[in-house]
């Protein structure tokens, strides 16, 4: 162990916890850690922008459940990359955060040494469940149990590990095999007995997926079928139900006819979820959800945030959905089925209105011609904000927004990195004219790379949905309106291919091309394409 570097130690616990990926860009105060990662089995991606990196982590773990890694330089590396470990942060991703950071020595000095922050630390600890500064290589095997733990039996989050650029070439004698991992929570049989009584008892009882339950769809099918519940899902769940399925009601929350039928059930049981603004759109004292809420969540914070509980379950999602449905005993299922069909003409009259019913048939289309198992990343668009309960996903897993924080520009890198991450699955990305900009530089890394990735833009001649906001709230429009790139000279430059349909049937022909293609197309729809009027 003598010969090891810390850099070769971190390397190594990254491999045997089963790490095969990094996003990076090499910088002169990591070249001893890259010194590691050549010498080692690990998958390394150059994006071309920090913020890329951490993009592109976190749709490989959107895509996996399984934490890639990003290496950024100390100051403006990290800083480039935090609005994306933000993203992953809010949306509860696994990542792991190698940064670097000025010598040991210099550290909180302020004589000017090249990237130097004045607290790295405070500004990593903003977006990471916890952030460890390495003050002693032989703390790695500790350090990186601890980050395990938050992945294996937290709530999933970034994670950061700091190391002062001096430490990544010194000898090093700490194991790099990883500890024992640590189990997911069960939750407590008292408490799962008092909310099968409460479900078992239920005449309108509603099952409420968010994020948090978005791999457990098995056990939430299994327990839904048993209740005979209606089934409703936020946009980061959507889909983890077939959204075909005849109990569900899709991610529509935001809609008016699902918070009525929230507001009458006898027993609301929320799974991971935080019950958050992005879920309703609506104040929260205007919500009403059931007669009794039950939450299920493996973060005991969330239990008593938001909306108060009639009964918390701590716990993990998919062992308490087990847990309940092994417990309850019921006759007859509910009629969850019909309050489905009877939502559903609702949600998609309430979602194609004159206003968005160009949307709605590019959304239609899309139904009809993506592969059923794809992978969706959307960035802010307003495709996606109609997409989000108009939409019907028959697969889990597929459609991916970035909740929560709203970081513009995740299309094109989140969809690299779940491409990368299940490279078995169809993927694509869908980003507006304005939003594609935030990270058009990274789609030169799916051409060198060779992913067949389309990428659809929506056109609407700048920033089409804070427009429509201004104009709706009495604002005359300003900074909304832009000048926008020749897309067809964009996709060239980067080593795309291109396509402008201008009918259903050269949209079908494009988007099948550009999944059988050896790199990205950009597919670029205006808003006021004729085939997409009624």
Request: with cysteine; hydrophobic share 45%.
């Amino acid at each position: 162990m003598s010969g090891k570097s810390c850099a070769d130690v971190i390397v190594g616990l990254m491999e045997s916890y089963g790490i095969d990926t990094i996003f990076g860009i090499p910088g002169v105060h990591t070249v001893e850690f890259y010194r590691a990662l050549t010498a080692s089995g690990v998958r390394h991606v150059t994006p071309r922008h920090e913020q890329g990196a951490g993009l592109m982590a976190y749709g490989y773990g959107l895509a996996t459940g399984r934490p890639a890694a990003i290496s950024v330089i100390t100051g403006p590396g990290l800083l480039n990359a935090a609005t994306a470990i933000g993203q992953a942060y809010s949306d509860s991703v696994p990542m792991l955060v190698v940064a670097a950071s000025n010598q040991s020595h210099e550290l909180a000095m302020g004589q000017g040494f090249l990237h130097e922050m004045p607290n790295q630390h405070d500004a990593a600890r903003t977006v990471t469940a916890f952030n460890h500064v390495l003050r002693t290589p032989e703390n790695l095997p500790e350090v990186f149990a601890q980050a395990y733990a938050v992945f294996d039996s937290g709530r999933p989050r970034p994670v950061g590990l700091e190391v002062p650029r001096d430490l990544f070439g010194k000898s090093c004698r700490a194991e790099d095999a990883a500890w024992p991992r640590t189990p997911k929570p069960a939750p407590h049989p008292e408490a799962v007995r008092r909310a099968a009584v409460l479900l078992s008892e239920a005449s309108r009882p509603v099952l409420l997926l968010g994020g948090g339950a978005k791999w457990a769809g098995r056990q939430a099918l299994a327990l839904a079928e048993k209740l005979g519940a209606l089934v409703v899902t936020t946009n980061a769940a959507k889909g983890v139900i077939p959204e075909t399925h005849p109990q569900s009601a899709g991610s529509s929350l935001e809609q008016a006819a699902t918070q009525r039928a929230l507001a009458a059930a006898d027993v609301v049981l929320a799974v991971g979820s935080e019950l958050a603004e992005t879920s309703f759109w609506t104040p929260a004292p205007d919500l009403r959800l059931g007669a009794n809420l039950i939450r299920v969540d493996i973060d005991p914070g969330q239990l008593v945030r938001s909306f108060r509980p009639d009964l918390a379950v701590l716990g993990d999602a998919a062992l308490t959905l087990s847990a309940l449905c092994g417990a309850i005993e019921r006759a007859e299922p509910a009629q969850g089925t019909a309050l489905a069909a009877a939502l559903w003409p609702e949600v998609r009259n309430a979602s194609d209105t004159p206003g968005t019913s160009n949307r709605c048939r590019l959304l239609d289309l899309l139904m009809e011609y993506l592969p059923k198992d794809c992978f969706i990343s959307l960035d802010s668009t307003q495709v996606a904000y109609t997409g989000a309960s108009y939409f019907r996903i028959e697969h889990p897993n597929g459609w991916h927004f970035p909740n929560g924080f709203g970081t513009l520009g995740t299309g094109v890198p989140t969809a690299i990195g779940a491409k990368l991450g299940a490279p078995e699955r169809p993927a694509m990305a869908i980003a507006g004219d304005g939003g594609l900009l935030f990270t058009a530089e990274e789609l030169i890394v799916a051409a060198e790379l060779g992913l067949p990735l389309p990428v659809l833009i929506w056109n609407n001649g700048g920033y089409g949905e804070i427009r429509d906001s201004m104009i709706e709230a009495g604002v005359q429009p300003l900074g909304t309106d832009l000048l926008v790139p020749d897309f067809s000279a964009l996709a060239k430059g980067y080593r795309c291919g291109y396509a402008a349909p201008d009918s259903a049937e050269e949209l079908s022909r494009a988007l099948s091309e550009a999944f059988a293609s050896s790199g990205p197309t950009l597919i670029e729809v205006r808003a006021d394409a004729a085939f997409l009027k009624d």
